[in-house]
């Protein structure tokens, strides 16, 4: 029995042995077979080539001057007799700058050599940095298009400033309204900020209250100095109206000519100079509007390459077309059959350039040409860059 034992303990022991050697042998191919597939994987690595097209930069937003006084803090309820104002008698100490006068000259001239008209444009630079101006028939009334939505804009957060409108309930109708340039949401925020519906045919001091309620858009501008603006009328199509009907209609009637939205270059300047600057409602909400009127590096990436129409681009045939992806641009265009405009503020990375441009082509040649406003653009950032 003992040699049965003892010949046992040999055997289990050369089992263990055994044992311990297949473990070892294991891990010594997994061990050789991990250094293979990184090896292959490091080689693969250097094979593969870069993409031809490398995304777009990133960059900041523009920098806030300091900050002199906190914001307004924000109340539950207003007055019923609650009348609202836009920074009543501080309009923007801007100066006049010959330098950037040279500028503006030389891009109606660069209109001239495209054989463009120049009687229907008009242009204003702001230098962010210093408040000095120039423009180009820039106190002339014109139809601004879509550039009206970015009043609406500031005229909302007036409201949410004081409590009277809920931000979060329609923050993403506002950003659509900009972003996308959607007449049906720009049309709900103008219904909102104003207490007034479209479509319905009002008649005597029904429709008096309705068209008072309407024009105190344009009201609370002019009261700040933005004479003979109207900011009232809304853009059409919506998806309920094709064109004015009802109210909306006698409202543009209520004169020999007919009555619609208007602006100079120099008005929708200062409201951009303002919420560059923090000073439009309050710091707070210019920063948010800041944002809405944002297109970042990727937007506008996509939207200049793209072949199908897919909606509004407010990319394409404007401003920021031609700028590098790492120049920071926030704007509001606007284009018809008769007419394109845009509005930008536009900084560069290293902070050397920080200016608001603003140009209204008001006709056909204008509408229909996609190189003009890339061009006019191109030529003042590399202007601003080296002045």
Not at 57 to 78: D, E, F, G, M
Request: proline residues 6%; glycine residues 4%; positive net charge.
């Amino acid at each position: 029995m003992f040699n049965s034992k003892k010949e046992s303990a040999r055997l289990s022991l050369i089992q263990f042995t055994g044992l311990m050697t297949l473990v070892a042998l294991i891990i010594t191919l997994i061990a050789v077979g991990t250094s293979k597939t990184k090896q292959a994987a490091s080689n693969s690595d250097q094979t593969v080539p870069k993409p031809s097209v490398q995304p777009p930069k990133t960059y900041k937003l523009p920098s806030p001057p300091p900050v002199l006084s906190s914001p307004t803090a924000l109340s539950n309820s207003s007055p019923k007799n609650f009348q609202l104002v836009y920074q009543p008698n501080l309009p923007p100490n801007l100066q006049k700058s010959q330098q950037l006068q040279n500028i503006v000259d030389d891009v109606v001239a660069l209109a001239q050599s495209k054989k463009l008209p120049t009687k229907p444009l008009s242009i204003t630079i702001i230098d962010a940095k210093t408040g000095k101006y120039a423009g180009y028939q820039q106190h002339k009334l014109r139809y601004p298009a879509s550039v009206v939505k970015l009043f609406w804009m500031v005229y909302f957060y007036a409201q949410v400033e004081k409590g009277i409108l809920s931000e979060a309930k329609f923050l993403h109708t506002l950003s659509d309204s900009i972003k996308k340039s959607d007449n049906g949401a720009a049309s709900i925020i103008l219904d909102t900020v104003t207490n007034t519906k479209s479509g319905q045919y009002l008649a005597g001091k029904k429709y008096q209250n309705w068209l008072q309620k309407r024009l105190k858009t344009n009201k609370f501008f002019r009261e700040a100095g933005f004479d003979q603006i109207n900011v009232s009328h809304k853009t059409f199509p919506i998806p309920s109206l094709l064109s004015p009907k009802g109210s909306d209609l006698r409202m543009r009637l209520t004169s020999s000519k007919l009555l619609r939205n208007q602006m100079t270059t120099q008005q929708v300047a200062r409201i951009l100079y303002e919420i560059y600057n923090r000073q439009s409602i309050s710091p707070v909400f210019s920063q948010k509007m800041l944002n809405i009127l944002t297109i970042n590096a990727q937007t506008r990436y996509l939207k200049k390459n793209e072949t199908k129409w897919n909606g509004f681009n407010p990319v394409k045939g404007f401003l920021s077309e031609s700028l590098p992806s790492n120049v920071y641009f926030g704007g509001k265009a606007g284009w018809t059959s008769t007419r394109r405009n845009d509005a930008a503020i536009i900084t560069t990375p290293d902070g050397k350039a920080a200016y608001i441009l603003v140009v209204f082509g008001e006709d056909r040649a204008y509408a229909g040409n996609l190189k003009i406003f890339p061009a006019i653009s191109r030529f003042v950032l590399e202007r601003m860059t080296n002045k």
